[in-house]
């Protein structure tokens, strides 16, 4: 059965501090890695994508892959009260296909 | 480009009765998926489409669940009879490929509420 694994939380994380939001996967030969973003009665939407081991930055947005420890994690620097959310980890497996993660919910105290 | 359409955005219905659920992809896209999303199981894939033809329908729950995708710019996922448990939120999604590592662009949802 693969998986994807996160934490439900909620996250609570003061604002201007760094959330840091994590995901492990059972599938060892995926690929493709995504973090979703969902508001609250929204649709998710895609915030980053990773491919290779490493760190992977996009505004204050920083996602941290090792396939070794089979480990990908979103870090979300200066946190906004609008970062407020459910974060969805998805992992493409070996047939091509999202298995995604329940999602932490994360919530960003003013 | 509009993005994912779909609708009903909300419908509620009594048990035992048809719901027929739309989605417009996005033009150009030519993979269409279907999931379902509720609190006890997350986000799950019922099935998808590559240019108009079902890949893999193994998501779907049961026999009630059906899907159809009769031209590149359109499908509805039918559920016929509805019961309690199907009440969710179901979304519509396309992307460029088949393949995962294609970005998904989802659809606003249909909340369904069966009594």
């Known amino acids: 059965q693969k998986e994807v694994e996160q934490n439900s939380g909620p996250l609570s994380v003061p604002e201007g501090a760094i959330a840091s939001l994590n995901c492990t996967y059972s599938?060892?030969?995926?690929?493709?890695f995504f973090w979703y973003r969902q508001y609250s009665g929204k649709s998710p939407e895609l915030i980053m994508s990773i491919y290779s081991n490493g760190d992977k930055e996009d505004g204050r947005f920083t996602a941290q892959l090792n396939k070794a420890s089979q480990y990908v994690s979103l870090l979300i620097r200066d946190s906004q009260p609008s970062d407020s959310a459910t974060y969805l980890c998805a992992v493409e497996d070996s047939n091509y296909q999202l298995i995604w993660g329940a999602g932490t919910k994360l919530i960003i105290k003013p | 480009d509009a993005g994912v359409i779909q609708s009903p955005r909300h419908e509620v219905t009594e048990m035992g009765q048809e719901v027929t659920l739309r989605c417009k992809p996005i033009s150009g896209h030519n993979s269409l998926f279907w999931y379902r999303q509720t609190m006890m199981r997350g986000l799950e894939l019922l099935i998808y489409f590559n240019n108009n033809v079902p890949i893999d329908d193994s998501g779907m729950p049961e026999d009630r669940f059906s899907a159809k995708m009769p031209n590149a710019s359109f499908s509805t996922l039918k559920i016929q009879p509805s019961e309690p448990r199907d009440s969710a939120v179901y979304f519509c999604?396309?992307?460029?490929?088949?393949?995962?590592?294609?970005?998904?662009?989802f659809g606003a949802g249909s909340r369904l509420t069966v009594l």
């Open positions: 999604a396309s992307s460029l490929g088949a393949s995962g590592a294609n970005v998904l662009t």
């Open positions: 599938d060892r030969v995926s690929q493709s």
